[in-house]
T-cell receptor
Framework: NAGVTQTPKFQVLKTGQSMTLQCAQD?????MSWYRQDPGMGLRLIHYSVGAGITDQGEVPNGYNVSRSTTEDFPLRLLSAAPSQTSVYFC????????????FGNGTRLTVT | GNSVTQMEGPVTLSEEAFLTINCTYT??????LFWYVQYPGEGLQLLLKATKADDKGSNKGFEATYRKETTSFHLEKGSVQVSDSAVYFC????????????FGTGTSLTVIP
């Protein structure tokens, strides 16, 4: 069971570079989301999607773009990396029912220098 | 609005001690409630859940009861082990549209031999 797969596990970028964090799930989940986790800040929602073709902003969307062209994939794009985007990023997915939990990937640790 | 409040950490306990991590919530409706655990360098894993009032979730010796009257979902374990050292997150899910998940800020637990 693959579950939620995130790639890469680690990434170092220079300020101004762009990149895409990949997220794929094989559970046919309708709901997908991206969080960032910083020390002392808990989890902060970046973007989420309730189904293919539908995305919306979370708490901290600036500097990030997402798309949801298929049910399985939900990539996160950093348009022009900044040191403030140094963080651990988690992708998570869930069925649409209210009693279904989020399933998390193992995270991508991003450093922007 | 909707929110989750959990006790501040870090918490340090001796092996075989009793654990309680408090969690209270505010929600406009009838949420499902979850506890997640995050081990160092990993993503969040579902520990247990409860989907309606008076439900008790349990897993790996951990328990939590959905208390609607006190809007609480406290995590308990009768005898902790060193392997329980991790960060614990309380969360709720509410609704069928928009952002549906709300997380507490996490409580770090260290168990010493």
């Amino acid at each position: 069971n693959a579950g939620v797969t995130q790639t890469p596990k680690f990434q170092v970028l220079k300020t101004g570079q762009s990149m895409t964090l990949q997220c794929a799930q094989d559970m046919n989940h309708e709901y997908m989301s991206w969080y960032r986790q910083d020390p002392g800040m808990g989890l902060r929602l970046i973007h989420y999607s309730v189904g293919a073709g539908i995305t919306d902003q979370g708490e901290v969307p600036n500097g990030y773009n997402v798309s949801r062209s298929t049910t399985e994939d939900f990539p996160l794009r950093l348009l022009s990396a900044a040191p403030s985007q140094t963080s651990v990023y988690f992708c998570a997915s869930s069925y649409g029912q209210n009693n279904s939990p989020l399933h998390f990937g193992n995270g991508t640790r991003l450093t922007v220098t | 609005g909707n929110s989750v409040t959990q006790m501040e950490g870090p918490v340090t306990l001796s092996e075989e001690a009793f654990l309680t991590i408090n969690c209270t919530y505010t929600a406009t409706g009838y949420p499902s409630l979850f506890w997640y655990v995050q081990y160092p360098g990993e993503g969040l894993q579902l520990l247990l859940k409860a989907t309606k009032a008076d439900d008790k979730g349990s897993n790996k010796g951990f328990e939590a009861t959905y208390r609607k009257e006190t809007t609480s979902f406290h995590l308990e374990k009768g005898s902790v082990q060193v392997s329980d050292s991790a960060v614990y997150f309380c969360a709720l899910r509410l609704g069928y549209t928009g952002n549906q998940f709300y997380f507490g800020t996490g409580t770090s637990l260290t168990v010493i031999p």
